[in-house]
């Protein structure tokens, strides 16, 4: 079974980039046709789908979010990061890596078979 664990810093300074890390155990990040996808949670809101990388590689993201976010692969390690650059407090969520097996957009947990535990990130000074 397919397990993800996210990893980061859990605060960070307002204007800077965030990075992300979420590691794979279980299953390969190059395996057809999976997606692996950033999902983060703000406080009091709904989940939003912030991007994902696919299996051969190609990254999708967001278009409220395309300008601050790039999202990479490392195969060699099993891992896919989250770069998010220019950070607010607006940027304070739980932030998931999740897998899905078709491309979507859509944050509905239904369409997503794995998640990570999330991680808890402020962004504050």
């Known amino acids: 079974q397919v397990q993800l664990q996210e990893s980061g810093p859990g605060l960070v300074n307002p204007s800077q980039t965030l990075s992300l890390t979420c590691t794979v155990s279980g299953g390969l990040i190059t395996t057809k046709f999976y997606y692996w996808n950033w999902i983060r949670q703000p406080p009091g809101k709904g989940l939003e789908w912030m991007g994902a990388?696919?299996?051969?590689?190609?990254?999708y993201y967001s278009p409220s979010l395309k300008t601050r976010t790039s999202i990479s692969r490392e195969t060699y390690k099993n891992q896919f990061t989250l770069q998010l650059s220019s950070v607010t407090p607006e940027d304070t969520a739980v932030y998931y890596c999740?897998?899905?097996?078709?491309?979507?957009?859509?944050?509905?947990?239904?369409?997503?078979?794995?998640w990570g535990q999330g991680t808890q990130v402020t962004v504050s000074s």
């Open positions: 990388i696919g299996y051969s590689g190609n990254a």
């Open positions: 999740a897998r899905s097996t078709l491309f979507t957009q859509q944050a509905d947990r239904r369409l997503y078979d794995s």
